[in-house]
C-alpha cells in the first residue's frame, strides 16, 4: 500500500506536551487495545487536568473525551475533575437536544410550507458521525435553503418569535443576498437562547462555489430524533466539512475529529463519487489536506486510489500542514495572522480563478477598511 511520509517538522500536537498527546489518544475514533494502552501510560504522567479540561473544552470534545476516559479508566482521572467533565457532558447534552428538538420542529414548519430544508452540521452531523447527539457539542443552528425561498423563511421565523440579526429592507436583503461575501441570513431567539443562520451557500463564493442548488440532487432521508428529514450522503459530507474546515484555517481541533470519525466508521464510502464531488466544487486540494492530516494524526487509512491521489499533491499539502498543526494549540492562531490567513488560503486553492476570487475579495475588504477609517 502506498503510504504518506510525515512532516518535516515536529508536530506540536504530539511532541508539546502530555496533555495534547493524551487529548488526540481520547477523541482518535479507532478506540483498540494499541491505543488503550497509550492513554493509560499517559495518565501516570504529570497531567495539568486544569489545562486538558480547558483545551477540550475549547475545541469543543469535551463531550467525546470524558466518555472516553469514562469507559477506559475513569479511576485515573482525580475524582473533582471527573466530576467537572460530568457536570460538563449532562449540560452539553441537554442543550444539545433542546437545539435537536428546536431543528426538527422549524424543519417540520418549513416542510408545512412547502420549502426544501436541509439540516447542516449540528444536530444531524453528531447524529451521523457519533450516532449520539451529546457527543459533539454544537451552540447554534445551521439550516441550508434555496436563496428563491429566503423571502418565505424570514416571515416563518418572524412568526415563530425570531428576530433577524440584521434589519433590511426587501432591497437590502436582495443585495445582501447576491454579495460575494454573504452566505447566511441569520436569526435570534432571545427567549429561547437560540442563533439560528439560514444558509444558502455552504460559506462565502470566494472560500467554495457551493450553493443549496448544488446539493439538492442528493438530498436523501433521514431519520432524525424520530422524524424523517433531508440529509446529504456522506460521499457529499466529507468534501463539505473539508471546506469548513479550511474556512477557518481548522482551528478548532474537533472538526479534524468529525471527518477521521466519519471515515474510520464508513469503511464503505464511495471514494470514487467522493473526489468527483470535490472536483466539481474545485475544493479538492482541501479535501486532501484534511484527509493528509487525519491520517497523520490519527493514522486514518484510505484506499490504494486514494493514496495515490493524496500523494500528486502530497508536497503542497505537506506544507500547508505544519501552519495548522503550528497553530491548533499555539496562544497566537495562524487564522488571526492577517498574511498567514491570506497566504493559507491562496495555498488551498488549485484553481487559478479561484485564487483570483480570494484576491479580489480581499482587496475590496482592504479599500472598504481604507474608506471606514477616513470616515472615522
Known amino acids: ?60 470534545v469535551l463531550s467525546l473525551m470524558y466518555s ?3 469507559s477506559i479508566c475513569p479511576e485515573a482521572v482525580p475524582e473533582s475533575v471527573l466530576n467537572q467533565w460530568r457536570r460538563s457532558f449532562q449540560s452539553i447534552a ?41 457527543l459533539r457539542r ?51 431567539h432571545e427567549d429561547k437562547n437560540v442563533f439560528l443562520e439560514i444558509h444558502w451557500r455552504i460559506a462565502p463564493k470566494y472560500i467554495t462555489p457551493i450553493e443549496a442548488k448544488d446539493l439538492w440532487p442528493d438530498l436523501e432521508p433521514f431519520s432524525l430524533a424520530g422524524t424523517t428529514i433531508n440529509n446529504l450522503p456522506l460521499e457529499d459530507w466529507l468534501p463539505i466539512l473539508c471546506v469548513h474546515g ?10 479534524l475529529c468529525d471527518i477521521a470519525t466519519l471515515i474510520s466508521k464508513n469503511p464503505d464510502l464511495n471514494w470514487e463519487k467522493v473526489l468527483k464531488q470535490a472536483n466539481t466544487w474545485g475544493c479538492q486540494r482541501m479535501l486532501f489536506l484534511g ?23 502530497e508536497p503542497i499539502v505537506k506544507g500547508i500542514a505544519p501552519q495548522v498543526y503550528n497553530q491548533l494549540f499555539a496562544e497566537v492562531k495562524t487564522s488571526e495572522k492577517f498574511m498567514g490567513r491570506t497566504l493559507y488560503h491562496i495555498q488551498v ?28
Open 349 to 376: 486553492r488549485e484553481r487559478l480563478n479561484h485564487k483570483i476570487l480570494y484576491m479580489q475579495s480581499f482587496i475590496d475588504w482592504l479599500v472598504k477598511g481604507k474608506k471606514e477609517a477616513k470616515k472615522n
Open 138 to 188: 454544537f451552540g447554534d443552528l445551521d439550516i441550508i435553503v434555496q436563496q428563491k425561498d429566503i423571502f418565505a423563511v424570514r416571515e416563518l421565523l418572524i412568526a415563530q418569535g425570531y428576530l433577524p440579526d440584521k434589519e433590511m429592507t426587501d432591497a437590502e436583503l436582495v443585495k445582501y443576498l447576491n454579495s460575494k461575501r454573504e452566505h447566511t441570513y441569520d436569526f435570534i
Open 246 to 255: 479550511s474556512r477557518h484555517v481548522w482551528e478548532r481541533f474537533s472538526w
Open 291 to 313: 484527509l493528509y492530516m487525519t491520517h497523520d494524526l490519527f493514522g486514518v487509512y484510505f484506499p490504494p486510489e486514494i493514496w495515490q491521489q493524496i500523494k500528486k499533491v
Open 1 to 60: 500500500m502506498t503510504t504518506l511520509s510525515k512532516p518535516d517538522i515536529q508536530n506540536p500536537i504530539t511532541n508539546n506536551r502530555p496533555e495534547i498527546e493524551l487529548l488526540l489518544s481520547c477523541v482518535n475514533p479507532e478506540i483498540n487495545d494499541g491505543v488503550i494502552e497509550g492513554i493509560q501510560v499517559l495518565v501516570k504522567q504529570n497531567i495539568d487536568w486544569q489545562y486538558l479540561t480547558e483545551i477540550a473544552n475549547k475545541h469543543g
Open 68 to 70: 472516553r476516559f469514562n
Open 94 to 134: 441537554q442543550r444539545n437536544l433542546f437545539l435537536t428538538g428546536e431543528l426538527v420542529n422549524l424543519l417540520k414548519l418549513l416542510k408545512q410550507q412547502d420549502i426544501v430544508a436541509l439540516p447542516y452540521k449540528g444536530p444531524i452531523l453528531a447524529t451521523l458521525v457519533y450516532k449520539n447527539v451529546a
